[in-house]
């Protein structure tokens, strides 16, 4: 069984945030940005899946600027096998992402799809349950433990 995990480029969660002067948005010059915690966790799991025997792929994707690279080579680092880049440089809100989502999903047609359980920076919790609906999918959200 394939796996596809989602991950997200966010900021460094150790890093002090730095608002913009003209308070639009958070200065982003010069931070450190890292692999959002919850979606490491995503991976870690979707490898021990692999580890079982359950699953025989996994298969990390992301949709952001080119520096997001950085990320998806964190997710081979902690066992991927391989990983998508859905390049942007523009600011993509969840249902955007979703959609991206959705369309890798009908592409690679994995039997399990994991995502982090929310992203540190926006704090949405929504592109789980969007991509869930789009792709027509059934969805548990904030499992503690996956039993395949």
Known sequence: MKVLVAVKRVIDYNVKIRVKPDNSDVDLTNVKMAMNPFCEIAV????????????????????GPKA????????????ADRAIHLETD???????????LAKVVEE?????????KQAID???NQTGQMLAAL??????????????
């Open 68 to 79: 997001a690279q950085e990320q998806l080579r964190t997710a081979l680092a902690l066992g």
């Open 108 to 116: 690679e047609q994995p039997g399990l799809v994991i995502l982090g």
């Open 44 to 63: 870690e799991e979707a490898v021990r899946l692999k580890e079982k025997g359950v699953a025989t792929e996994v298969v990390a994707v992301t949709v």
């Open 135 to 148: 792709s027509g999918l059934p969805q548990g959200t904030f499992a503690s433990e996956v039993a395949v």
């Open 122 to 124: 926006t704090d949405n």
């Open 90 to 100: 523009e600011r993509v809100e969840s249902l955007a992402v979703a959609k991206l």
